[in-house]
């Protein structure tokens, strides 16, 4: 605005003065032209004695030169006319002596004034010249330079003012306008812009909701997890990790931001970070706090890696039983063999004596049946770590499944000199696999009476608190009992308390370890609780549906 205002200040005063300069000049002009026009139609010599005589005639303000046909000055009203050279040359001299009357304006060295002349030439030949000097135009626009600054200056403040002015008025509401909720515009001009601004501000929220949607699911996901995840950046910053994480490495406080090497220590692990974060993938397995986990580095394609634990403890400690059964078996299934293969071969040899020869081969028939029940065993416990119960599950009265088992092992029982008594409630139903029921009863049992002393007793108790709640069975012993340390190893494979007294009485180290199987399989809880020398107490409660 200020530059405007200038700007047309410079052309308008421009104008005006050249419209002036025009206007003036003509006047100028006009007024030397009547002035010679006065004296046309007089000769020289007349024109000479008029001025002599009456001074009046000759103008005080304009200059009045007289010229012969030749171009020498023979008057002049204001320089001495002898000084003056030869004037035949002048343009206006040239027009008039050619065409009556001529015009010319010259300007002054300084060009600061400029002279309009006008010549007639009268009718004895001689040339008579009127001449005005006034300001050159540029002297004009000289001259009106310092008020046309001033005026300028001033408005060139006003306007700036008035631009501040309007400016503030249109920028403030601007600033102070709210833009949370729905916006007022100010002034209508303003109204599609507040409409763009609240769309886009609707748009960035349904973004922003979206995204932090997102954000929750995966962190949901990543808190869910049950394996540690890392991700990290392309330079091995950790930018997220799960709580599961945390466990594997014991940190309560959030490692984001740390560098993934202060985590992994270990060299070769270090490395192996690096490579993934190169782009390579990779596969160790670590042990962090007595557990075992299976960890993969792998590159993520957007630049970075991601690091998954996976806990192994369990699979490696099955994998572990399971070489340690393989081991055990052949072991249990050898010593046997090794007995009977002894024997065979000194009955063979004929080195038996007549006398020895029924108690070696009543050894064969007893080793021979130990192999026989281990091999069975053995069977029954890859059927049910195979999880197939061929017998399916049906609902049966377990009672009368303990009274049958207890009716095969009377012969065991009475031979042992223990009774047997089944106490508690009839009738207790239960969804089950019978042939897996009466195996379980019959290797409780079995060690009731096997690890009992004569004379001793042993009780199977049945008890339901609530018709189709839990039922609760007991077998109860008044045997020799089971000592502390091995409570709860006698529930492992091949376990045997005292290994001496299990080979007499035939125990295979299987019964338990099956026992806890098929309780597992009917989703029942056992408890074991002895005293040693006094007995032992094994409950099962099994869980029924109702
Ligand atoms: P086994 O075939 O040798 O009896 P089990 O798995 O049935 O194998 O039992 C493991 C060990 O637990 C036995 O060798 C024995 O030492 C001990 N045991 C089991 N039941 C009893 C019990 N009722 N009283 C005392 N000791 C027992």
């Given at each position: 605005?200020?530059?405007?205002?200038?700007?047309?200040?410079?052309?308008?005063?421009?104008?005006?003065?050249?419209?002036?300069?025009?206007?003036?000049?003509?006047?100028?002009?006009?007024?030397?032209?009547?002035?010679?026009?006065?004296?046309?139609?007089?000769?020289?010599?007349?024109?000479?004695?008029?001025?002599?005589?009456?001074?009046?005639?000759?103008?005080?303000?304009?200059?009045?030169?007289?010229?012969?046909?030749?171009?020498?000055?023979?008057?002049?009203?204001?320089?001495?006319?002898?000084?003056?050279?030869?004037?035949?040359?002048?343009?206006?001299?040239?027009?008039?002596?050619?065409?009556?009357?001529?015009?010319?304006?010259?300007?002054?060295?300084?060009?600061?004034?400029?002279?309009?002349?006008?010549?007639?030439?009268?009718?004895?030949?001689?040339?008579?010249?009127?001449?005005?000097?006034?300001?050159?135009?540029?002297?004009?626009?000289?001259?009106?330079?310092?008020?046309?600054?001033?005026?300028?200056?001033?408005?060139?403040?006003?306007?700036?003012?008035?631009?501040?002015?309007?400016?503030?008025?249109?920028?403030?509401?601007?600033?102070?306008?709210?833009?949370?909720?729905?916006?007022?515009?100010?002034?209508?001009?303003?109204?599609?812009?507040?409409?763009?601004?609240?769309?886009?501000?609707?748009?960035?929220?349904?973004?922003?909701?979206?995204?932090?949607?997102?954000?929750?699911?995966?962190?949901?996901?990543?808190?869910?997890?049950?394996?540690?995840?890392?991700?990290?950046?392309?330079?091995?910053?950790?930018?997220?990790?799960?709580?599961?994480?945390?466990?594997?490495?014991?940190?309560?406080?959030?490692?984001?931001?740390?560098?993934?090497?202060?985590?992994?220590?270990?060299?070769?692990?270090?490395?192996?970070?690096?490579?993934?974060?190169?782009?390579?993938?990779?596969?160790?397995?670590?042990?962090?706090?007595?557990?075992?986990?299976?960890?993969?580095?792998?590159?993520?394609?957007?630049?970075?890696?991601?690091?998954?634990?996976?806990?192994?403890?369990?699979?490696?400690?099955?994998?572990?039983?399971?070489?340690?059964?393989?081991?055990?078996?052949?072991?249990?299934?050898?010593?046997?063999?090794?007995?009977?293969?002894?024997?065979?071969?000194?009955?063979?040899?004929?080195?038996?004596?007549?006398?020895?020869?029924?108690?070696?081969?009543?050894?064969?028939?007893?080793?021979?049946?130990?192999?026989?029940?281990?091999?069975?065993?053995?069977?029954?416990?890859?059927?049910?770590?195979?999880?197939?119960?061929?017998?399916?599950?049906?609902?049966?009265?377990?009672?009368?499944?303990?009274?049958?088992?207890?009716?095969?092992?009377?012969?065991?029982?009475?031979?042992?000199?223990?009774?047997?008594?089944?106490?508690?409630?009839?009738?207790?139903?239960?969804?089950?696999?019978?042939?897996?029921?009466?195996?379980?009863?019959?290797?409780?049992?079995?060690?009731?009476?096997?690890?009992?002393?004569?004379?001793?007793?042993?009780?199977?108790?049945?008890?339901?608190?609530?018709?189709?709640?839990?039922?609760?069975?007991?077998?109860?012993?008044?045997?020799?009992?089971?000592?502390?340390?091995?409570?709860?190893?006698?529930?492992?494979?091949?376990?045997?308390?005292?290994?001496?007294?299990?080979?007499?009485?035939?125990?295979?180290?299987?019964?338990?370890?099956?026992?806890?199987?098929?309780?597992?399989i009917h989703k029942a809880e056992i408890s074991l609780n002895s005293r040693e020398g006094e007995g032992t107490i094994v409950t099962v409660v099994f869980p029924t549906s109702g």
């Open positions: 605005m200020t530059l405007l205002a200038i700007v047309s200040i410079a052309l308008v005063s421009i104008a005006l003065c050249l419209i002036f300069f025009r206007q003036f000049t003509s006047t100028l002009r006009t007024e030397i032209k009547a002035r010679a026009e006065m004296f046309r139609e007089m000769s020289a010599a007349q024109l000479m004695a008029t001025w002599h005589a009456q001074s009046a005639f000759v103008p005080k303000d304009m200059r009045l030169t007289l010229i012969a046909p030749d171009g020498m000055v023979i008057y002049d009203n204001t320089v001495d006319a002898a000084k003056l050279g030869n004037h035949a040359e002048r343009q206006e001299i040239r027009q008039a002596v050619a065409m009556g009357s001529g015009a010319s304006v010259r300007y002054s060295d300084t060009l600061r004034q400029q002279t309009c002349y006008f010549a007639v030439r009268l009718p004895d030949g001689f040339v008579l010249r009127t001449a005005k000097t006034s300001d050159s135009i540029f002297a004009l626009f000289g001259r009106a330079l310092p008020p046309v600054a001033a005026v300028t200056l001033v408005f060139a403040l006003l306007s700036h003012i008035a631009a501040r002015r309007l400016t503030s008025r249109i920028v403030e509401p601007i600033n102070a306008m709210r833009l949370d909720g729905e916006p007022i515009p100010p002034y209508d001009e303003l109204t599609p812009l507040v409409r763009a601004i609240a769309e886009q501000r609707q748009r960035i929220a349904a973004q922003f909701a979206n995204l932090a949607e997102r954000t929750a699911t995966i962190n949901a996901i990543m808190d869910g997890m049950s394996e540690g995840t890392l991700l990290l950046d392309p330079r091995g910053t950790i930018v997220a990790a799960n709580p599961s994480a945390g466990k594997i490495f014991g940190f309560t406080h959030p490692v984001t931001g740390k560098h993934i090497l202060e985590l992994l220590r270990e060299p070769h692990l270090a490395k192996l970070a690096r490579q993934a974060l190169a782009g390579q993938r990779h596969e160790e397995t670590i042990q962090r706090q007595d557990r075992d986990y299976r960890v993969y580095f792998s590159p993520v394609a957007s630049g970075g890696a991601a690091l998954l634990f996976l806990d192994i403890t369990a699979s490696r400690k099955a994998e572990r039983l399971r070489r340690e059964f393989s081991a055990n078996v052949s072991h249990e299934l050898k010593t046997p063999l090794t007995s009977i293969s002894g024997y065979a071969e000194m009955l063979a040899n004929g080195m038996a004596r007549e006398a020895d020869q029924a108690e070696f081969l009543a050894k064969i028939r007893d080793e021979s049946g130990r192999m026989l029940a281990l091999i069975d065993d053995i069977l029954l416990l890859s059927r049910l770590d195979e999880e197939k119960t061929e017998s399916a599950f049906a609902e049966m009265d377990i009672t009368q499944i303990a009274t049958e088992t207890a009716a095969a092992l009377a012969e065991k029982a009475a031979a042992a000199q223990v009774s047997v008594r089944i106490a508690g409630q009839e009738n207790m139903l239960l969804v089950a696999s019978r042939s897996l029921i009466a195996e379980l009863f019959f290797n409780l049992l079995d060690n009731a009476i096997k690890y009992n002393r004569p004379g001793g007793m042993v009780e199977v108790g049945f008890s339901q608190e609530k018709s189709g709640g839990p039922i609760k069975l007991c077998v109860k012993d008044t045997g020799i009992g089971i000592p502390l340390a091995a409570r709860v190893r006698v529930f492992e494979r091949f376990y045997r308390v005292d290994t001496s007294r299990s080979k007499i009485t035939g125990g295979t180290g299987l019964g338990l370890a099956i026992v806890k199987h098929i309780a597992l």
